[in-house]
């Protein structure tokens, strides 16, 4: 039995150079959004977990606001004084703390667990989950589409997109411009296809932009009949409504792909069970870290349905590598002003920027023990907005 004695969290802000929030217009609400001249602050979170014998999990990432931060705080006093290798045991006990709502901060918790695991065992994260691929097949994903020159028009969007793929990327996804204008999206669809050759694995994520389903079946026949790998989050608000996605399915032959916004594994088993989507999204920042991952995946795989995990980051890497159906991995949100959507905090190496991309189109899995990175702490606490310690002794803040 090996306890823990220590958890540091971190909450920590980077820049954003020429992207920030834009509140100006309903239709963006909030995303981020292209505006050179600008710096937006990106809110990431560090978790690092001591036990008394002296080994450190660790994990940091992009963070779903404060919220994460202050969960966070209360997984570790549930974590404190206990075996780090009962994850089960706080998965089940921290869910049920943490209701009525979902509980983002045990991601990262769970993620430095399993990092922790990793190092105790001197084996990667992929070797505990039973993977066997050492690289990735990796496709690119832009950011949503903008007004002010980035990826503005459908010419400037496959200019883009042809140069990664002269640089080896061989899948590509459009995330849409947010006035969700059906004839402008469906001749993007057209154009990509076009301009990118049949051999190239081409997704569309409008990101929640269609009022109507009318309009989302619109763009979607489109994305049909230039054979699209799949189609993804059409319907505003927030695609989480399995009936009116299933109406969306029955009216297309394509692959539709839901759950990035269902959080958990029993809301995205009831998705899918209902008809919602042909293929499950899954995040280890959103859906309770590796640990809950691991349970959407494994239903998923038993009933033959793929999974496709959310975004880049070094644990994301590891799920793909040990899923059973060959998936593809997600460098988003790219664009010619925004080439690394990853955290600037490794001093590993370990990077998303798209020039990283192999001859093949894959990415290399990280081979150390855990996750198989390693973190510039000197940054991330001078990045640092808040900091909490908790001991036996309670919390101290920071």
Known sequence: ?????????????????????????????????????????????????????????????????????????????????????????????????????HNYGLSFVDNALWDLAGKAYGASLTELLGGWRDRVRAYASTVNADRAGSLSTTGQIVDFFAELQQAGWTGFKMHSWHEGDKW????????????LGERAELMLDPACVFDSLSDAIFVGKACQDAAFRWYEDPLRPIGVGAHQHRALREALDIPILQTEHVAGPEAKADFLLAGGTDLLRVDAHYDLGVTGSLKTIR???????????????????????????????EVANVSPHHPNPSPHIYTCGYTDDWTSIGEDGTLAVPAGPGIGVSYDLDLIKKLSVATWTVTGDGVTTG
């Open 299 to 329: 239903f998923a795989e038993s009933l033959g349905v793929n999974v496709e995990v959310h975004g880049p980051s070094p644990v994301h890497r590891h799920l793909v590598a040990s899923l059973q159906g060959t998936s593809l991995y």
């Open 1 to 101: 039995m090996s306890l823990v004695d220590k958890v540091e969290i971190i909450q920590f802000n980077e820049d954003e150079p020429d992207y920030t929030r834009d509140f100006s217009s309903e239709d963006r609400s909030g995303s981020w959004y292209y505006t050179p001249g600008s710096t937006g602050s990106r809110g990431s979170l560090m978790v690092r977990v001591h036990t008394e014998d002296g080994l450190t999990g660790e994990y940091a990432y992009h963070a779903t606001g404060g919220i994460s931060a202050i969960q966070a705080v209360d997984v570790a006093r549930l974590l404190v004084g206990r075996d780090w290798q009962h994850r089960e045991r706080l998965y089940r006990t921290a869910r049920r703390a943490a209701r009525p709502v």
């Open 184 to 195: 402008e999206e469906a001749e993007n669809v057209r154009r990509m296809r076009e301009v």
